[in-house]
């Protein structure tokens, strides 16, 4: 039974998570695709292709992508990497404070090049990437025609 995880789950944005997939064949190819939808509704899309080392596992930390959004070793490719579905869309997140972004994480046997595969992921789970975090107090900055927020950590 083929898993996959991210550690940890919530995180903020800017700080680093750990992918692991595990019970693969040795030396299977497989897919790992990252999606998100942004505030707008916008969908956002990565994917990697690797293949599974001796024992049945796929760490990017360590195992380099063979194709896709990227190559080469690259921890936080997916997140980096992520691709709008419309073209000249940007990804922005309005409200910082209120909610994450919920990132979808699949894995898929052999390449899958299409937005929308046919099969099913043989896996999947999501992390929340934050913005702020918990406790960061916000303060409206106005002065003259400037306008800011200061957050301030607990």
């Given amino acids: 039974m083929v898993e996959l995880t991210v550690t940890p789950q919530s995180s903020l944005a800017d700080r680093p998570v750990h992918l692991l997939v595990r019970g693969l064949s040795p030396s299977q190819l497989i897919t790992l695709r990252a999606s998100l939808t942004d505030e707008q ?86 992390a929340q990437r934050w913005f702020v975090a918990p406790g960061t107090q916000r303060v409206p900055i106005r002065n003259g025609r400037v306008r800011g927020a200061l957050y301030l950590p607990p």
Wanted: hydrophobic fraction near 40%; proline fraction near 8%.
């Fill in 41 to 126: 509704g916008e969908r956002f899309q990565s994917r990697a292709f690797f293949r599974a080392s001796g024992a049945g596992e796929v760490d990017p930390d360590h195992h380099p992508a063979l194709g896709g959004n990227y190559t080469g070793v690259c921890p936080m490719g997916l997140f980096w990497f992520l691709q709008p579905d419309t073209l000249f869309r940007r990804l922005i997140k309005r409200d910082v404070a209120g909610s994450p972004f919920v990132v979808h994480l699949e894995v898929f046997n052999g390449l899958q090049m299409a937005n929308e595969p046919q099969e099913k992921p043989l896996a999947s789970c999501e």
